[in-house]
């Protein structure tokens, strides 16, 4: 009895400390505990995610594939389920950026070479400096200025990344059918952010569609945007000559965009997914409709948590869609068909 009373109190008696020590079930304000403990923002603290490790992958044999295939898609992140993945408070980019300048992930160099094309072997690694010049962020030169606007020094400042400007990432995926454990399943194996390269000179040249001359100071007498320019005369209609009123002229039909330049969003650097999943799993994504989700960005790919379109697939001319399909409806058409065909070869392993 004296055993079950001793209990009893110890369990009353750390209980009400426990209850004493929160801040969050205080009735009145108390200076001292604050000294102790640490304030939370919120009425639990979250580390779970933080203490979460990476779930590994079964292992293949070699002879136990007997399908495979390697797909290259691009996640867009203005598309609305991918909206997490450009959230302010957990960016992707910035995550991987952040690993990278802290030694915790390597980059890749995705520069295409003679023994590799496409530039995502993983084969020349990229010093931190050199990833962050690719994004317009390494260190500037800033000159200091005494009070008669002189010159008195210099120092080299870095650059602030605006991670709104990747709007994309491609990933480079194999698709692989287990015989040996009857899945037929993803595995990522790098990951890219695309970025749009600023070519010198691209945006002064004007496009025109062909056929049309580029109007010169010799084929032009009057500067359109310059009010004070003396103006051509108009010339005067012959008498003979029909005046064309706006129902006997013909429709303008509007010039297509396909004369603007385009440039192709191309890769800054690659990383390698097994390795980026020891950094992606202990950063929770962001969700809309519920803060106590608990996903990381590791379970987000894992269990496909996204939406993409497919780039190319491994071919034996090594083609990618565009360079077979100019029409971008008929892109994504060839797109869903090449997704149709992986989900077709799945269902007809089996018999129902």
């Known amino acids: 009895m004296k055993k079950i009373l001793l209990f009893s109190s110890i369990f009353i008696g750390t209980a009400a400390t426990a209850q004493q020590a929160n801040i969050n079930n205080s009735i009145q304000p108390d200076t001292t505990i604050t000294d102790t403990i640490e304030v939370i923002d919120g009425y639990v603290m979250k580390t779970d995610i ?6 590994p992958y079964a292992n ?6 007997a399908f495979s295939k390697r797909i290259w898609r691009e996640i867009d992140l203005r598309e609305k389920l991918n909206k997490a993945f450009a959230s302010p408070k957990s960016s992707l980019i910035d995550i991987l950026l952040e690993a990278i300048q802290a030694g915790e992930l390597t980059a890749y160099d995705p520069t295409p070479t003679k023994e590799d094309p496409n530039g995502d072997s993983f084969k020349t690694k990229l010093a931190p400096d050199q990833v962050m010049a690719r994004f317009g962020g390494d260190s500037i030169l800033v000159e200091e200025y005494n009070e008669n606007n002189e010159v008195i020094g210099s120092s080299y400042q870095s650059r602030d990344f605006d991670a709104s400007q990747v709007v994309k ?39 025109l569609p062909p056929g049309a001359a580029l109007e010169t100071p010799e084929t032009s007498s009057a500067d359109p945007f310059d009010p004070f320019a003396p103006q ?10 029909q005046v064309a009123t706006d129902q006997d002229l013909p429709p303008v039909e509007a010039v297509e965009d396909s004369f603007s330049p385009q440039i192709d969003a191309t890769p800054a650097f690659w990383v390698y997914f097994p390795e980026a999943r020891h950094v992606l799993v202990n950063k929770e994504v962001m969700n809309r409709n519920n803060d106590a989700t608990g996903l990381s960005y590791d379970d987000v790919f894992i269990k496909r948590m996204f939406a993409s379109y497919i780039v190319k697939q491994s071919n034996p001319e090594d083609l990618r869609i565009k360079d077979y399909i100019g029409d971008d409806l008929e892109r994504l058409f060839e797109s869903e068909r090449i997704k149709k065909a992986l989900m077709d070869y799945e269902q007809d392993l089996w018999s129902y």
């Open 169 to 207: 990432f491609r990933i480079k995926e194999d698709w692989i059918f287990d015989k040996q454990r009857s899945v037929f399943e993803a595995r990522i194996v790098g990951i890219a952010p695309l970025i749009t390269p600023d070519i010198p000179g691209m945006s002064d040249v004007p496009m």
């Open 50 to 55: 933080n203490n979460r490790e990476v779930v």
């Open 60 to 65: 293949i044999r070699q002879t136990d594939i």
């Open 232 to 241: 051509p005369e108009p010339q005067e209609i012959q008498a003979d000559e």
